[in-house]
């Protein structure tokens, strides 16, 4: 008995150190075991349909297509009949091997894709001969089709996912298409849908031998959401239209919704240009241009000093601080002279010399030396310049100015509104309206983007308020819900004001410097302004073609839209913008152009400021905008 | 009386009978789990291997009915001849043999074939058992000694010269039986010690720790000098020397054996265990894959059949030898310990009804049976939970195997024969 305890023992210890160790690797490491991701399970995907994208009047904008893959598993590959197999995918021998080489490098016993989305055309040639080259075979993908070619700043465009989302993210696999740009990125969530996934149990030679745990973990695929947008796409294209041969950017939108009606960025590309095959060798020909930038959205990122537009601003808080009334006058004598030295004055073109300006002359005129003298009371309210500025720049960005305005688009700018903190630090201290004299006129250190333009330019027309602008109206036939882009968003101007200051602007196009661009039938407001713009060629400072600017907005009672527009060295906004915004507005509030505006519509179309650009880019330095 | 004698059941004791079933029942389920394929379900055939071994179970039934027909007697007085047999089988394979695997291990009949080795483990533990018991046999005598060892290593090399050195080493178990009956610790002490210094020759480099051992033996002789003075060098300069001669020859000699005698895959598993090689894909493989798949199992398991790595056929040998990284699979921690359990409560029962003997030889092989079935657990679950090298020898009861199962029950069942009779004065 004695010595069988030491068998007894023995036994114990090891049943102990044995039970230890299960313990470890089941309890322990088993608890960081993945039951799907492991080698025995192989995961294949069931892709489904993206949605589509319709315009607000429900034209379709964005559909799929089919595609077709060639892909190779090298390890399966017989010898084959190169000549004719690289007849049939049209592509060089050496081109067959290079391509070969690389599946094969990656992993002999994986598929990988051999040749990229072939055309529909070839993949029928192919079909009937695909039985002869064992280990090549086909996968159908769904890729993009655009029926109307426009809007592709908007639209954006699918690509592959790169390398480290796939990573991080638990959605995507290498290889897979994202939205890379415009809704596609921004509804990347709707538009994708979700995939279904089948678990597939594989054996130690990576063999599929059926379904994983008969399909319990498996998903159907769900379709991607059907998009509409806010975007009416005649609109759109005869926006487009009128921009061809200019550079620059119009955004027009629906100030009693908010939504974007035209985003146009001058000059685009066709969206179809970056789906299939030749898709990389186009987006190196677009985005290495970096001159005519036909990829950088200006609706949305080009931000400017807004010029003229800007006053009416400075006239609403002028208004609303009770600096000014209606029957204020200022006197102009060619300019406005903000210091005692002799260039301290910032001349005029309002040509209305010593007698007194009122407020809606002053807008309609332009007057300069009128809103200096608004806006150094505003500033100087209180004695105290940096908090007049910082109560400026309250009301300027209860407008959305100077900062992101929270559209539902992938690419903004904040622009620049500058505050007294700004100015402290910049002056250090000693400075009052006078020195930044220049914010009176929406020059200077302000900043603005296309689209904040136009969003200011709704506020006005809706005396007040502004719905956050946005492109996106329905998912799946579903009006939106957002409440960002359903409540509206109160300015800091009392409604009152709003009244002389968009009978001006009534004016402007009545006789203002719009007066040309009058549309029978339709009380436009607007306004327009030119941003004066420098390069520097050689070390010296030469002033460029102005941009030409124009905010506007039609009907006067009940606006229907309410648009920004600005045309890159498009020199006076009366010249350009004007012709365009006019065009613009009647074609959407009548549904085509009389004919008594055709010349102006020919007009339009047929201008072109290539020369202008040609020259500008013999010397493609430093091009910068600049202030007085 | 007599009746009950007449009755082949009677006496016999039904906790090891009814550990045996759970014990091939599990195991036959989980060999059903390695070896199912999707295909076709066939349940008493001979072309899966489930269906297999469910035969094989089967014919267990009248193999043990055998068994217990007779005597208790009869085992004792035919012991020798059931050995003489074994090795005969054994010499046989040289010539009759089938190599499978580089081994001569098989006897081939047709759609059965037969491993002897796996027979005479119990037949060697019969005459072990035989010898011990004699009443003139005296443990002190170095003779008597050789004796054992001689019935013992015989089989183990013959089984070694197969070659398959996995099987052989299982008959270290006997030294089991032999401490118990007598034999010092001696041997066992100095064994112990030897391996030790084996492998950490190997982890450390033979130069270093001959070095470190020649400093020690040194430093106790200047002990034993300075307590005994001159008289213990003038007495034992002889074992002096002889100590300072083992050390260098052992570890000069396992060294040669390791890097010449032994095969570089040998080497390799051994390296890897010790930590000094990762390896998870050639050699390291089997065991990485394994523990991978007890890892899987989790707590619970992932239930009967539903074991995806062992579906996907990850693990080699799986209906075999590694047939317990199937239960860690599908049966979890819960299952995986059970099983150990099992195994240590089938250990102790025997160990207990042998101590319980009154009759020397019954003790004395149910002594090797507990020692045989507890070798074969301990290098067998140690290697698929990674403890131990990969040395391929069958899990009792458990693994798929014909030969195996009818050895482990012949085995099983001869204790159990005699345990039914301890009482009776024969």
Excluded at chain 1, 412 to 432: C, F, H, Q, T
Excluded at chain 2, 67 to 87: D, G, R
Excluded at chain 2, 98 to 111: L, M, P, R, T
Aim: with cysteine; glycine share 8%.
């Amino acid at each position: 008995m004695q010595r069988s305890f030491l068998l007894y023992i023995l036994i114990t210890l090891i049943g102990v150190i044995f039970i230890g160790r299960l313990f470890q690797l089941q309890i322990i490491r088993g608890a960081n075991y993945d039951p799907i991701h492991n080698s025995a399970v192989k995961i294949e995907y069931d892709y489904p349909e993206r949605g589509y994208v319709y315009d607000r009047n429900g034209k379709l904008l964005v559909a799929n297509e089919l595609s077709y893959d060639v892909m190779v598993q090298p390890n399966q590959v017989k010898p084959l009949d190169t000549l004719e197999f690289c007849k049939l995918l049209k592509i060089s021998k050496k081109d067959f091997f290079k391509r070969f080489q690389k599946a094969k490098n990656y992993a002999p016993y994986l598929p990988s894709v051999f040749l990229k989305q072939l055309a529909k055309e070839d993949f029928a040639f192919l079909q009937e001969k695909l039985h002869k080259y064992q280990g090549f075979f086909i996968q159908k993908r769904i890729i993009r089709e655009y029926p109307i070619n426009a809007a592709a700043n908007v639209l954006g465009y699918i690509g592959e996912v790169n390398e480290a989302l796939a990573k991080k993210s638990d959605y995507y696999q290498p290889g897979e298409l994202i939205g890379k740009d415009g809704i596609e990125r921004q509804y990347e969530n709707y538009l994708r849908g979700k995939k279904g996934k089948k678990y597939l149990q594989r054996n130690n030679l990576n063999k599929v031998t059926g379904s994983y745990l008969d399909g319990k973990y498996d998903t159907l695929p769900e379709n991607g959401k059907d998009l509409t947008l806010t975007l009416d796409i005649d609109l759109q294209v005869y926006a487009q239209k009128l921009m061809s041969g200019k550079r620059g950017g119009i955004v027009a939108i629906e100030p009693s919704t908010g939504e974007i009606l035209a985003l146009v960025t001058a000059p685009t590309y066709n969206p179809n240009m970056l789906v299939g095959r030749k898709r990389s060798k186009n987006s190196v020909i677009l985005f290495n241009d970096t001159i005519s930038k036909p990829s950088y959205d200006r609706g949305l990122l080009a931000a400017y000093p807004p010029g003229s537009p800007f006053k009416m601003m400075n006239a609403l808080i002028g208004l609303q601080e009770n600096v000014i009334d209606e029957q204020t006058w200022f006197k102009c004598y060619h300019g406005y002279k903000y210091g005692s030295k002799s260039t301290d004055f910032m001349g005029c073109h309002c040509g209305i010399v010593g007698r007194p300006i009122k407020l809606k002359t002053a807008i309609a005129k332009s007057c300069n030396s009128y809103f200096s003298n608004t806006y150094k009371r505003i500033v100087e309210k209180n004695n105290k310049p940096s908090e007049g500025l910082d109560n400026w720049h309250k009301h300027v960005s209860s407008f959305g100015l100077g900062n992101y305005l929270g559209y539902d688009l992938p690419a903004g700018s904040p622009g620049l509104i500058p505050n007294g903190k700004y100015y402290d630090n910049r002056y250090k201290y000693s400075w009052n309206g006078s020195t930044t004299i220049s914010n009176a006129i929406g020059q200077g250190e302000i900043l603005t983007t296309p689209i904040q333009l136009a969003n200011f330019t709704a506020a006005i027309a809706n005396r007040g308020y502004f719905y956050t602008p946005h492109i996106l109206k329905k998912v799946n036939k579903k009006p939106i819900k957002n409440s960002n882009f359903t409540i509206a968003k109160q300015t800091t101007i009392n409604k009152k004001h709003f009244t002389p200051v968009v009978e001006a602007m009534h004016e402007v196009f009545k006789t203002g410097t719009g007066k040309w661009s009058q549309v029978k039938g339709i009380e436009i407001c607007g306004k327009t302004g030119t941003a004066e713009n420098f390069a520097r060629i050689d070390g010296q400072k030469i002033q460029l073609p102005d941009h030409s600017i124009l905010v506007a907005f039609a009907p006067k009672e009940n606006p229907k839209i309410a648009l920004a527009i600005f045309v890159e060295n498009g020199g006076y906004g009366s010249t350009i913008a004007a012709p365009i915004t006019s065009l613009l507005i009647e074609k959407y509030l009548h549904g085509e152009i009389s004919k008594a505006n055709k010349y102006r519509e020919q007009n339009m179309l047929n201008l072109s400021l290539h020369n202008i650009y040609d020259k500008l880019n013999q010397k493609p330095q430093e091009i910068a905008s600049g202030t007085k | 009386m007599r009746q009950e004698r007449n009755n082949i059941f009677a006496g016999i004791d039904w906790i090891l009978v009814i550990l045996f079933i759970i014990l091939v029942g599990f195991g036959w389920m989980n060999i059903y789990a390695a070896s199912k394929a999707d295909e076709d379900f066939q349940l008493l055939s001979f072309s899966t291997k489930y269906g297999k071994q469910l035969i094989f179970i089967c014919l267990t039934i009248p193999l043990i009915i055998i068994i217990l027909f007779f005597n208790s007697k009869f085992y004792e007085q035919f012991s020798s001849i059931f050995y003489i047999i074994s090795l005969i089988s054994l010499i046989g394979l040289f010539v009759f043999g089938k190599e499978i695997n580089g081994a001569k291990s098989w006897y081939n009949f047709g759609v059965l074939g037969l491993q002897p080795s796996e027979f005479v483990k119990a037949f060697t533990a019969l005459a072990v058992a035989k010898l011990l018991s004699d009443r003139q046999y005296n443990f002190k005598l170095i003779k008597n000694q050789i004796k054992a060892f001689i019935i013992i290593f015989t089989p183990a090399i013959l089984i070694t010269l197969q070659p398959d050195a996995g099987s052989a080493l299982i008959y270290l178990a006997f030294f089991f039986v032999l401490n118990r009956e007598g034999l010092t610790l001696n041997y066992t002490i100095i064994g112990a010690l030897a391996i030790l210094i084996f492998i950490l020759s190997i982890f450390f480099g033979s130069a270093w720790v001959l070095s470190i051992l020649i400093a020690l033996i040194t430093v106790g002789v200047f002990y034993a000098i300075y307590k005994g003075g001159k008289r213990f060098i003038r007495f034992n300069w002889h074992k002096v020397i002889g100590i300072y001669l083992l050390v260098i020859l052992f570890i000069f000699g396992t060294n040669f054996a390791y890097n010449n005698i032994f095969k570089q895959h040998h080497r390799d598993r051994f390296e890897i265990l010790l930590g000094l090689k990762t390896d998870t894909k050639n050699i390291g493989y089997n065991s990485h894959q394994s523990e991978l798949t007890i890892s899987s199992g989790g707590f619970s398991g992932k239930g009967f059949l539903q074991g995806d790595i062992t579906k996907g056929d990850f693990v080699p040998e799986q209906h075999t030898d590694y047939i317990f990284s199937t239960v860690g699979e599908e049966w979890g921690f819960l299952g995986s310990s059970t099983v150990i359990i099992l195994f240590m409560l089938m250990l102790f029962r025997i160990i207990y009804l042998a101590d319980t003997h009154t009759n020397k030889f019954g003790r004395i092989y149910g002594y090797g049976v507990a020692s045989i079935l507890f070798f074969h657990v301990i290098v067998n679950i140690g290697m698929v939970i990674g403890l131990l090298p990969t040395v391929g020898i069958p899990l009792p009861f458990f693994s798929y195997g014909g030969s195996s199962l009818w050895g482990f029950t012949i085995l099983l069942f001869i204790f159990i024969r005699l345990d039914a009779h301890k009482n009776y004065d024969w």
